[in-house]
C-alpha cells in the first residue's frame, strides 16, 4: 500500500519511500517531565500509537523512538521550588506519564530514551560539528553558528509573528556572536547538576539532546519524525541545523506535525492555566471516551477542547460497545488478528494511508456500524446464516481495527461502565445551534471575518461541526444535523 504524507519540511505531499524495505523508523519528541499531563501530552502519543498501529497492520516493521526530557530549565526550576532533586521532579512526572499513557492503552514505544542517559552521545555529537567548524566556545559553554552553513536553511520555519532569535538559554546572552545562535553544550551554573566535559563541566542544551538520541537509536538519517506544530521552531530547526553540520544530511526524510488541543482558541498549556489534569478527565470519563475525543480532529487540525466534545465521544463509545455485544451475541467472541479485507477494511484504510486521514476513518466507521445494525436489525433469530454470509467479514474486521487499530474495546463487554448522564455535556438546543450558524452566515456575507470565526470557534468548543457550500451551511453535532440556507447575495 502506498502511503503519502503532508511533509512539514518541504509543505508537499510526498510518498513514503522507507530507507529499508518494509521497515519505518520514527522518532517523537516527547514530554519535558516537570509537570503532571495533560491532554496535549494525549494528544501527541494517541496520534502517533494510531499512527504505528496502523503502518504495523498494512505490514510494516515500525521501530518507535520516543523520548523523554528529563533535565531542563523548567525541571530545575520546579526542583528549587519544592526544595528538592531534580531527578525526584522528572521521575515522579515521568511515572504520571506512563501511567496516563497506559490508562490510554497507547502502546509502549520501543525506546523511551531520557536525556541524562545520553549526555556522552551528545558530548559526541558536539564535537563532531566542533570539528566541522559549524561552533565555537565561549567560556565553558559551546554555541552552534546558526548560519556557518551558508543559508539560514530551517529558520525559514520561524513564525513571522514571532521575531524573536533563536535560543534555548536565557532570552539575552552576551557571549553569542549571532542571536539565532544556540547553546550546544551550557557551562556549568552554581546549584546546577553537571556533567564532566572535554571543555568542562556542564550539561546539554535541549536541541542536541533529541539528535544525539535519534541517532544513536535509529541512525541518521530514519523515515519520520514527529512532533507538536509548537516545536518546529526552534527546535525542529535546530535539529535540522545540528544534523548537518554533524552528519552533513536531515535527520529525516518525512516530517509529521500535529496541531494543539486549545481552549478557546488558546493552545492548552500548564503555563496558561487552562490545562485540566489528565489524571482527572480519566477519573471523569471513560478513558477510551478521551481517546476517541483526542483523535476525532484531523492530526494537523488544533483540537477544541470542551465538556461538550468529551460527552459527544462518550457516546460514540457506547455505539462502539453496543455493536461489539450485538456481535458478540450473533458470532461469540471474536478477535481476529489481521484484516480480511473487506470493503469497510479497503475504505478504512485508504483514508488512514493519504496522511493518515484519522477522521475520515472513523466516519467510515460509524457509516458501516449503521450498516451492520441495519443488517443486524433485518436479521431474525431464524436468519443467522444469512447474516453470516452478508456482513461476517465486515464484522470480523470492524472488530480488528477497532480494537487493533483504534485501540478501543479493551473493556470486557460484562465490565463496560457507560459514562454517567450527570458527566456528559448537554447537546446545543437545535434553535440555538440554527441561530448561531445564521448570525456566522451573516458576518460571512458582510466580510466580517473576525465574528464568523469567533462564531465557528464557539460552536466547534460545543462540538458542533460545520461545512459551508454556496449559500448554505451543513452543520452536525452528534447524531443530529440540519442545514441553514443563507439569503443569496444580488449581484
Given at each position: 500500500?502506498?502511503?503519502?504524507?503532508?511533509?512539514?519540511?518541504?509543505?508537499?505531499?510526498?510518498?513514503?519511500?522507507?530507507?529499508?524495505?518494509?521497515?519505518?523508523?520514527?522518532?517523537?519528541?516527547?514530554?519535558?517531565?516537570?509537570?503532571?499531563?495533560?491532554?496535549?501530552?494525549?494528544?501527541?502519543?494517541?496520534?502517533?500509537?494510531?499512527?504505528?498501529?496502523?503502518?504495523?497492520?498494512?505490514?510494516?516493521?515500525?521501530?518507535?523512538?520516543?523520548?523523554?526530557?528529563?533535565?531542563?530549565?523548567?525541571?530545575?526550576?520546579?526542583?528549587?521550588?519544592?526544595?528538592?532533586?531534580?531527578?525526584?521532579?522528572?521521575?515522579?512526572?515521568?511515572?504520571?506519564?506512563?501511567?496516563?499513557?497506559?490508562?490510554?492503552?497507547?502502546?509502549?514505544?520501543?525506546?523511551?530514551?531520557?536525556?541524562?542517559?545520553?549526555?556522552?552521545?551528545?558530548?559526541?555529537?558536539?564535537?563532531?560539528?566542533?570539528?566541522?567548524?559549524?561552533?565555537?566556545?565561549?567560556?565553558?559553554?559551546?554555541?552552534?553558528?546558526?548560519?556557518?552553513?551558508?543559508?539560514?536553511?530551517?529558520?525559514?520555519?520561524?513564525?513571522?509573528?514571532?521575531?524573536?532569535?533563536?535560543?534555548?538559554?536565557?532570552?539575552?546572552?552576551?557571549?553569542?556572536?549571532?542571536?539565532?545562535?544556540?547553546?550546544?553544550?551550557?557551562?556549568?551554573?552554581?546549584?546546577?547538576?553537571?556533567?564532566?566535559?572535554?571543555?568542562?563541566?556542564?550539561?546539554?542544551?535541549?536541541?542536541?539532546?533529541?539528535?544525539?538520541?535519534?541517532?544513536?537509536?535509529?541512525?541518521?538519517?530514519f523515515d519520520i519524525h514527529g512532533g507538536g506544530c509548537d516545536l518546529r521552531f526552534p527546535h525542529h530547526a535546530n535539529e535540522i541545523l545540528q544534523s548537518r553540520a554533524a552528519f552533513g544530511q536531515p535527520p529525516a526524510d518525512i516530517w509529521l506535525h500535529h496541531g494543539m488541543v486549545t481552549v478557546g482558541h488558546v493552545k492548552m498549556a500548564k503555563s496558561k492555566g487552562n490545562a485540566p489534569p489528565l489524571e482527572d478527565l480519566l477519573a471523569a470519563y471513560h478513558p477510551e471516551a478521551v481517546r476517541l475525543f483526542l483523535l476525532s480532529r484531523h492530526y494537523r487540525r488544533d483540537l477544541p477542547f470542551s465538556a461538550n466534545a468529551l460527552g459527544q465521544a462518550a457516546r460514540q463509545l457506547d455505539r462502539f460497545y453496543t455493536l461489539a455485544g450485538r456481535l458478540q451475541a450473533w458470532m461469540g467472541a471474536c478477535d481476529p488478528s489481521v484484516p480480511c479485507g473487506s470493503r469497510l477494511w479497503q475504505r478504512f484504510s485508504g483514508q488512514l494511508?493519504?496522511?493518515?486521514?484519522?477522521?475520515?476513518?472513523?466516519?467510515?466507521?460509524?457509516?458501516?456500524?449503521?450498516?451492520?445494525?441495519?443488517?443486524?436489525?433485518?436479521?431474525?433469530?431464524?436468519?443467522?446464516?444469512?447474516?453470516?454470509?452478508?456482513?461476517?467479514?465486515?464484522?470480523?474486521?470492524?472488530?480488528?481495527?477497532?480494537?487493533?487499530?483504534?485501540?478501543?474495546?479493551?473493556?470486557?463487554?460484562?465490565?463496560?461502565?457507560?459514562?454517567?448522564?450527570?458527566?456528559?455535556?448537554?447537546?446545543?438546543?437545535?434553535?440555538?445551534?440554527?441561530?448561531?450558524?445564521?448570525?456566522?452566515?451573516?458576518?460571512?456575507?458582510?466580510?466580517?471575518?473576525?465574528?464568523?470565526?469567533?462564531?465557528?470557534?464557539?460552536?466547534?468548543?460545543?462540538?458542533?461541526?460545520?461545512?459551508?457550500?454556496?449559500?448554505?451551511?451543513?452543520?452536525?453535532?452528534?447524531?443530529?444535523?440540519?442545514?441553514?440556507?443563507?439569503?443569496?447575495?444580488?449581484?
Open positions: 500500500m502506498n502511503l503519502r504524507f503532508y511533509n512539514s519540511f518541504s509543505r508537499e505531499m510526498e510518498d513514503l519511500r522507507p530507507r529499508k524495505a518494509r521497515h519505518l523508523g520514527i522518532y517523537v519528541c516527547g514530554p519535558t517531565v516537570y509537570a503532571a499531563p495533560h491532554l496535549g501530552h494525549a494528544r501527541s502519543a494517541v496520534i502517533f500509537d494510531v499512527f504505528r498501529r496502523f503502518w504495523e497492520a498494512v505490514g510494516y516493521d515500525v521501530t518507535l523512538v520516543r523520548n523523554i526530557t528529563d533535565i531542563d530549565d523548567k525541571i530545575l526550576r520546579r526542583a528549587r521550588e519544592g526544595d528538592q532533586d531534580y531527578r525526584r521532579v522528572a521521575e515522579r512526572y515521568g511515572r504520571e506519564y506512563d501511567t496516563a499513557m497506559a490508562a490510554l492503552n497507547v502502546r509502549p514505544p520501543h525506546a523511551a530514551p531520557r536525556a541524562t542517559d545520553y549526555v556522552g552521545a551528545c558530548q559526541a555529537v558536539i564535537a563532531r560539528i566542533l570539528q566541522r567548524g559549524h561552533a565555537y566556545r565561549r567560556g565553558g559553554s559551546i554555541y552552534f553558528s546558526s548560519h556557518s552553513l551558508g543559508d539560514s536553511g530551517p529558520i525559514a520555519w520561524q513564525p513571522e509573528a514571532d521575531a524573536r532569535p533563536v535560543n534555548s538559554g536565557p532570552p539575552v546572552d552576551v557571549d553569542k556572536r549571532h542571536p539565532h545562535d544556540f547553546a550546544l553544550w551550557k557551562g556549568r551554573q552554581n546549584g546546577e547538576p553537571f556533567w564532566e566535559s572535554p571543555w568542562g563541566p556542564g550539561r546539554p542544551g535541549w536541541h542536541i539532546e533529541c539528535t544525539a538520541m535519534s541517532h544513536t537509536l535509529l541512525d541518521i538519517p494511508a493519504l496522511d493518515d486521514n484519522v477522521p475520515g476513518g472513523l466516519a467510515v466507521v460509524f457509516e458501516t456500524m449503521r450498516e451492520i445494525n441495519r443488517a443486524l436489525d433485518a436479521a431474525g433469530p431464524m436468519r443467522c446464516n444469512t447474516f453470516r454470509r452478508t456482513v461476517a467479514d465486515t464484522a470480523t474486521d470492524f472488530i480488528y481495527l477497532t480494537r487493533h487499530v483504534l485501540g478501543l474495546l479493551q473493556t470486557p463487554l460484562e465490565g463496560y461502565r457507560r459514562l454517567p448522564p450527570s458527566t456528559c455535556a448537554p447537546e446545543l438546543p437545535r434553535p440555538v445551534v440554527e441561530r448561531l450558524v445564521a448570525r456566522r452566515q451573516s458576518a460571512r456575507q458582510a466580510g466580517d471575518w473576525r465574528t464568523a470565526d469567533r462564531l465557528r470557534r464557539r460552536l466547534e468548543e460545543d462540538g458542533v461541526r460545520l461545512r459551508d457550500h454556496d449559500h448554505a451551511t451543513v452543520w452536525r453535532q452528534g447524531k443530529r444535523k440540519g442545514r441553514v440556507t443563507s439569503a443569496k447575495t444580488s449581484s
